[in-house]
């Protein structure tokens, strides 16, 4: 059974500094991983997904990379900003499409 | 596009009562999917449609949900009858699959927050 962990549960970090989201699955069989933000009160907005084939894609500030044989992902963000504070979620999609949310990690950048 | 479309936004019932949700995803994608948040549990897929069929329900907690996709621009979650454990925000997504990478992403509606008295 696919279980996927998210380490910080949270972080609060002040503006401007770089930081590491870390995801961890514990199958190797995925079809992709993505990374979703969501915003209090809000539904899920995709950031990056990452086919199991590729090992990380980039989008503006963000860099998302993927070790499929160690079962581990990360998510980048470069100079962050207030406006970056949400839950961060990664989801695993495995045979069949199933997907497997993580906990998810709050962050909080400090202005 | 407008999006994932959700009604209602907002729903507050009895116990007992018969709850139906109500989903229209993405023009032109081909999955649809039902999840439910809770600060206990997280996010948690309840069941999945692909070309309007349902794929895996495995993730349906008990007999009291039910789903159904009608058509390809129209799914409802049912649940009769509720139960205050039921209270959560239910997150309806979909999602392309024509070989693209960008097709694969899911994309959720706003939620409909469920409030079971």
């Known amino acids: 059974k696919q279980e996927v962990t998210q380490i910080p549960a949270a972080l609060s970090v002040p503006e401007g500094e770089n930081l590491v989201l870390n995801c961890s699955f514990t199958?190797?069989?995925?079809?992709?991983l993505q990374w979703f933000r969501q915003d209090p009160g809000k539904g899920l907005t995709s950031l990056l997904l990452?086919?199991?084939?590729?090992r990380e894609q980039t989008s503006g500030r963000l860099n998302a990379s993927l070790d499929k044989s160690s079962g581990r992902s990360t998510l980048y963000i470069a100079a962050s900003q207030p406006g970056d504070s949400a839950t961060y979620l990664c989801a695993v999609s495995g045979g069949g499409f199933k997907t497997i949310f993580g906990a998810g990690t709050r962050l909080f950048v400090k202005a | 596009d407008a999006g994932v479309i959700q009604s209602p936004r907002h729903e507050v019932t009895e116990m007992g009562q018969e709850v139906t949700l109500r989903c229209k995803p993405i023009?032109?994608?081909?999955?649809l999917f039902w999840y439910r948040q809770t600060m206990m549990r997280g996010l948690e897929l309840l069941i999945y449609?692909?070309?309007?069929?349902?794929?895996?329900d495995s993730g349906m907690p008990e007999d009291r949900f039910s789903a159904k996709m009608p058509n390809a621009s129209f799914s409802t979650l049912k649940i009769q009858p509720s139960e205050p454990r039921d209270s959560a925000v239910y997150f309806c997504?979909?999602?392309?699959?024509?070989?693209?990478?960008?097709?694969?992403?899911?994309?959720f509606g706003p939620g409909t927050r469920l409030t079971v008295l």
């Open positions: 449609f692909n070309n309007n069929v349902p794929i895996d």
């Open positions: 997504a979909s999602r392309g699959l024509a070989g693209g990478t960008s097709t694969d992403t899911q994309y």
């Open positions: 199958d190797s069989a995925i079809y992709n």
């Open positions: 990452i086919q199991s084939s590729q």
């Open positions: 023009s032109g994608h081909n999955s």
